[in-house]
């Protein structure tokens, strides 16, 4: 019997879905949960599976279209089927699918049950990463004065290769008399200076991820009130204990940890005696949740994701350190699954490897709270006797809804955090 392969709802904010890429054509055989295409959503770009099997008859969606929810992507039929009398015209498109239309049933373990299902901000995710955003140039003609152009054809200089400084990036006489008393090798008259090149324009069209994150930005910073916080770490005992750490771990053949290691599991133990930041706003009430599903921020090619580490708090910087390298593994290899995507309840922004020293991160909704963490910097500082002595030094902020988490509870949940990063025997205890 004839059936149709239908956009599949892939996300929980999923609207509409881009074709990205057909893995199979026209003629081919199709079986059940078959990947059959890759679909860009509002968060990446995911594996379509086939839910019928047969031959695929005729393919009605061409990659790179962007279709609603539920519409028909391509007809199957049963080996020796004769297709039906409007088959180049697919039935029209519900206005409301159903939520769950084309997508695999998902089963809820015990400890997210009674989590609801965030949408990153940062970072949306996906099993395959979005393709690269195609790249159009603007083809317009060299903008120059007439002046300007005929100087440049007397002194045989390419337009192309002069920067105007006239209205708009005009070129003008004076650039053109610039450009023709430069050496040969270019920079001016010392040669010291390089000439820029002028580049043409470029529109990057925004793929669903991109605009995912800018929709969910905006919302973030316009309905949820963000506070912030900043604290200052004494990281010496911290890298002390890390350098013996790894000296161990690798002595016996295992791996090195980072930082982040350690500052992931000084985040939970510091939840637990401030719980009021692992918590969300329910519009009448706050979550407070009782586990610590914590969202990790990882830098890939399409953006940014926080692919999510279960239970965080019963588990060891070991364990931390594997999963997340685990997760971020994955996404960069494009095959994170949606359920390493969803359900954190806290999440964390690293940016110290870029050398960032602090900054303030956006909330992901719902959460209530995100942990900024900046570089290591080795500075002076004044110790207990007054004395000006070298240190190192880490900058760690708090981005909190004052609707659920008050400035004192944020404070408190710092000063637990610092006392277990600045006393780190307690974060391998």
Request: aromatic share 4%.
């Amino acid at each position: 019997m004839a059936s149709y392969l239908k956009m599949p709802k892939l996300s929980d904010t999923m609207t509409e879905g881009v074709l990205a890429k057909w893995l199979k054509k026209e003629g081919d055989t199709v079986s059940i949960d078959e990947d059959v295409a890759e679909v860009e959503t509002d968060k990446a770009t995911m594996a379509m599976q086939s839910f019928d099997e047969g031959i695929l008859h005729k393919i009605y969606v061409k990659e790179g279209e962007s279709v609603p929810l539920g519409a028909h992507l391509a007809l199957i039929l049963a080996e020796g089927e004769e297709p039906p009398a409007n088959v180049d015209q697919p039935p029209a498109v519900a206005t409301a699918p159903a939520e769950n239309q084309g997508v695999a049933p998902t089963k809820a373990t015990s400890s997210t049950a009674a989590i609801p299902t965030p949408v990153s901000v940062a970072a949306v995710t996906a099993p395959v990463v979005a393709a690269a955003a195609t790249v159009s140039t603007e083809t317009t003609r060299i903008k120059a004065s007439p002046l300007a152009r005929k100087l440049a054809r007397e002194h045989g200089i390419d337009l192309g290769q002069v920067i105007g400084t006239g209205p708009g990036g005009r070129i003008v006489k004076n650039d053109v008399d610039t450009a023709a008393a430069a050496p040969a090798g270019g920079g001016g008259s010392l040669g010291l200076l390089p000439r820029a090149q002028a580049k043409a324009n470029q529109t990057i069209p925004l793929s669903n991820i991109r605009r995912v994150i800018a929709q969910r930005l905006l919302e973030s910073k316009t309905t949820i009130p963000h506070f912030y916080l900043h604290i200052e770490v004494d990281t010496e005992p911290l890298m002390a204990l890390r350098e013996q750490v790894n000296a161990a771990s690798v002595g016996s053949g295992g791996p090195k940890y980072t930082v982040n290691d350690f500052v992931m599991r000084g985040l939970v133990l510091a939840i637990g005696s401030v719980p009021g930041v692992n918590a969300s706003f329910q519009g009448d009430s706050i979550l407070q949740y009782g586990e610590v599903h914590l969202a990790v921020a990882v830098a890939i090619e399409a953006g940014l994701v926080t692919p999510v580490i279960r239970s965080a708090q019963s588990k060891s910087i070991r364990e931390l350190s594997e999963e997340l390298k685990a997760l971020a593994g994955k996404a960069r290899e494009k095959k994170l699954t949606p359920n390493e995507m969803t359900g954190g309840t806290i999440t964390i922004s690293n940016l110290g490897a870029y050398g960032i020293s602090h900054f303030d991160a956006i909330i992901n909704p719902p959460q209530a709270a995100i942990l900024s963490v900046g570089t290591i910097l080795k500075q002076p500082v004044v110790n207990d006797q007054g004395q000006i002595v070298p240190g190192q030094r880490m900058n760690i902020g708090l981005s909190g809804d004052h609707r659920v988490v008050d400035g004192a509870v944020g404070a408190q949940f710092l000063s637990e955090l610092k006392r277990f990063l600045e006393t780190p025997v307690l974060l391998i205890s």
